[in-house]
């Protein structure tokens, strides 16, 4: 288990590199750069979007750091078969949240250059598609984290 955990703490710290490197990749879309009159409705939904990104991606720290709390409760001797259920299911939500927000971030880097190719309605209703996933991940860490703490 404590392989997991390492593999865990290093994937972690791949992920928050490229999600930083990602940012880089989109220069020419520096989402907090387009707040002027001049932005165009693609940007505008796109610096929206990678708000709520922005807002939830650091809370990846926090997941890692309550698995791994949490798989410590798991494994002392003496916790109740009950409570044992309670933190598998934590962990188990915890690690969805995480596998969706890694999902998300490598799906939408991939296919926004390629939509924007397709024109301005195509971009405009692949940016809302995005808005709504993205506010589902963040809906399901927070509360994977919530319901982790409450253990």
Not at 46 to 74: A, F, N, R, W
């Amino acid at each position: 288990m404590k392989a997991i955990l390492k593999l865990s703490a290093i994937s972690l710290v791949l992920l928050l590199g490229a999600c930083g490197q990602k940012s880089h990749d989109h220069e020419g879309h520096d989402h907090h750069a387009h707040d002027s009159a001049n932005a165009s409705p693609d940007d505008s939904l796109y610096t929206e979007v990678m708000k709520v990104h922005d807002e939830v991606m650091p809370k990846m720290g926090d997941i890692y750091t309550l698995k791994e709390s949490l798989q410590k409760k798991l494994d002392t001797p003496g916790t109740e078969a009950s409570k044992k259920k309670d933190i598998e299911g934590a962990i188990v939500k915890l690690d969805a949240a995480d596998e969706a927000m890694r999902v998300w971030m490598r799906e939408f880097n991939t296919k926004l250059d390629s939509v924007k190719l397709e024109g301005e309605e195509k971009t405009q209703e692949y940016l809302k598609n995005e808005m709504e996933r993205i506010k589902k991940v963040k809906e399901d860490m927070l509360s994977a984290i919530e319901q982790a703490k409450s253990l």
